[in-house]
């Protein structure tokens, strides 16, 4: 149990459009979902904390209107990067607690986004 | 605020040779306390967890971990390391403030395996 996946696997986009990755969790309901991005040989950065139905808290210095992030239902969530750069080029990694697990997350396998 | 530190950035071991991998972490109360192993561009595989109770966690792959309240420490233990446990190794600690989860990364350690 305790499934999260995430959906594109990878993606290739140009720069100055849109990407949407959704992150779902398959047999749970989750409360709240965080997503994280990470560099090349670095750690998970917390970018956003969403919960079911709420407007995501931003960490400092991620740009909410850059990353938006939709939490609609208890098994949904969706990161749009917008207008996207090169440096936005990233790992972006999602995770969710439930009701029942609230004090563990279970991760996504994870979008790898390029940006030309 | 609570933080993870995880002093080394690499480790080097042979292959067969026992492994620790060091943690410690800041926090007012006991956290929830994980281990994650993450092998290049893959996400995150959970090896261990410790909420309460034992202080020595058995995890997956042969994994053990040892909560020192005394040391504020959790590192993570393996008596024979194998070729496959190459990897980036994450030490995270999650705590409950009002209502709301919080997790924190340590930096990682990069697991290096010699033949």
């Known amino acids: 149990g305790a499934v999260v996946s995430q959906h594109p696997s990878w993606v290739i986009c140009k720069s100055g459009t849109s990407v949407k990755i959704e992150c779902r969790s398959l047999d749970f309901q989750a409360t709240t979902m965080f997503w994280y991005r990470q560099f090349p040989k670095q750690s998970l950065m917390l970018m956003a904390t969403?919960?079911?139905?709420?407007?995501?808290?931003?960490e400092q210095g991620v740009e909410k209107d850059k990353f938006l992030i939709n939490h609609a239902s208890l098994t949904l969530s969706t990161l749009t990067v917008t207008s996207a750069h090169p440096e936005d080029s990233s790992f972006y990694i999602c995770?969710?607690?439930?009701?029942?697990?609230?004090?563990?997350?279970?991760f996504g396998p994870g979008t790898r986004l390029t940006v030309l | 605020a609570q933080s993870v530190t995880q002093p080394d950035i690499h480790i080097t071991v042979s292959e067969g040779a026992s492994l620790e991998l060091r943690c410690n972490y800041s926090y007012g109360a006991t956290p929830y306390l994980f281990w994650y192993v993450q092998s290049p561009g893959q996400g995150l595989q959970l090896l261990l967890k410790y909420f309460s109770g034992d202080t020595l966690v058995q995890g997956i792959k042969g994994f053990e971990a040892e909560f020192k309240r005394s040391q504020s420490s959790f590192n993570l233990r393996k008596p024979s390391v194998h070729w496959s446990d190459a990897a980036e190794y994450f030490c995270?600690?999650?705590?409950?403030?009002?209502?709301?989860?919080?997790?924190?990364f340590g930096r990682g350690t990069s697991l290096i395996v010699h033949p």
């Open positions: 995770s969710a607690t439930g009701l029942a697990s609230y004090n563990e997350q279970f």
């Open positions: 995270a600690v999650g705590s409950s403030i009002g209502g709301s989860y919080i997790p924190t």
């Open positions: 969403s919960n079911e139905g709420s407007k995501a808290t931003y």
